[in-house]
């Protein structure tokens, strides 16, 4: 097992600490997306080389790779269950094709389509608390869905490129729209439409992602032109923005730790970096060893965060007292 220290005793020498302890080299083309399960110790990604791949992030290993050459594999989220991913198509698209599968990494089945979305998805998230996910696509409209039945269980037409995220309890969903405006909806009753609104004053740039911190207090913005914004997720008020440099071509991301203490993002100059959210101050930098950053998660459970570029995926653990180097036990 991975030696660890407890997400809730984070520092900014735990933070300064993190070094690479596990890499993998072996894909082809483009790392899509990565998602951490809630609760058990796993992995998922996808990449342009069509995988969905699982891996074990206790011990640092992978466990299974699928491949999906007629659909593709773009945006990844797990279900509840550990072997249960959603996942959205890169092909297949056009006329309300099948833009989203829900697939069993046990046997490699796909257990349900969704069909609706008329291009490609661009923003995937699953509710906490049920079977409730939503998917954000360039087709300028979001979806709310039920992974028990097919049909699609409401839509939200907006301008823009939109971005979607639940909070932690499942209570409040945010939605990204054109002029860098976020709104808020509760889940039970999104129907009724936004119950606020914020903006971020200054900033009209698209929002590529948000996350909502553990807590429920705070929300992380990255937009396109890589400045990263933590906001009061309950006022909207700015409590600290950073920069990190331009990545042409190259959409970076970035993560809250577990304890909603820290911020950790790629750059466009290749580098990772941690800002401390109470003081708006850089604690650390490194050089992430894989160019510009696109995927980027903070594991739920653990002291380790997870970053990936065009063929390589790494596994970040604070470094063993008396070596420079990281391990997992096998």
């Not at 290749?270 to 959210?277: C, F, H, P, R, V």
Request: neutral net charge; hydrophobic residues 35%.
């Amino acid at each position: 097992m991975m030696r660890n220290a407890s997400v809730t005793e984070l520092n900014d020498g735990i933070i300064r600490n993190m070094a690479i302890g596990a890499l993998f080299s072996d894909f082809v083309g483009k790392i899509n997306a990565l998602d951490f399960h809630r609760t058990a110790d796993l992995l998922v990604t996808t990449g342009e080389d069509d995988s969905v791949r699982l891996y074990d992030i206790a011990n640092g290993k992978l466990l299974k790779t699928t491949h999906h050459k007629k659909h593709g594999a773009d945006r990844i989220c797990f279900t509840h269950h550990p072997s249960s991913v959603i996942c959205s198509s890169t092909r297949n698209i056009d006329s309300g094709g099948e833009a989203l599968r829900y697939l069993s990494m046990y046997d490699n089945r796909c257990l349900r389509y969704f069909k609706g979305h008329k291009d490609r998805v661009v923003s995937l998230c699953t509710s906490p608390v049920d079977d409730s996910f939503m998917s954000g696509s360039l087709d300028h409209s979001v979806r709310i869905w039920d992974l028990r039945v097919n049909a699609c269980q409401g839509i939200l037409h907006l301008r823009g490129r939109p971005t979607v995220a639940y909070d932690q309890q499942g209570l409040v969903f945010a939605v990204s729209m054109e002029g860098g405006a976020i709104k808020l909806f509760d889940s039970r009753s999104y129907d009724k439409g936004p119950f606020d609104t914020f903006l971020v004053g200054g900033d009209m740039a698209e929002i590529w992602d948000i996350k909502f911190s553990n807590d429920g207090k705070s929300m992380l913005l990255t937009t396109k032109s890589n400045n990263i914004y933590v906001l009061d997720a309950y006022n909207g008020e700015k409590r600290c923005g950073f920069s990190v440099d331009a990545s042409p071509n190259t959409t970076i991301e970035a993560t809250f730790t577990p304890d909603g203490q820290y911020v950790v993002s790629g750059s466009g100059d290749g580098t990772l970096n941690a800002w401390s959210i109470s003081t708006g101050s850089k604690v650390a930098s490194w050089d992430s060893n894989i160019g510009v950053a696109s995927c980027l998660k903070w594991a739920p459970r653990r002291v380790m965060f997870a970053a990936a570029s065009k063929g390589v995926l790494t596994f970040w653990i604070p470094k063993d007292a008396n070596s420079t180097a990281t391990s997992f036990e096998r």
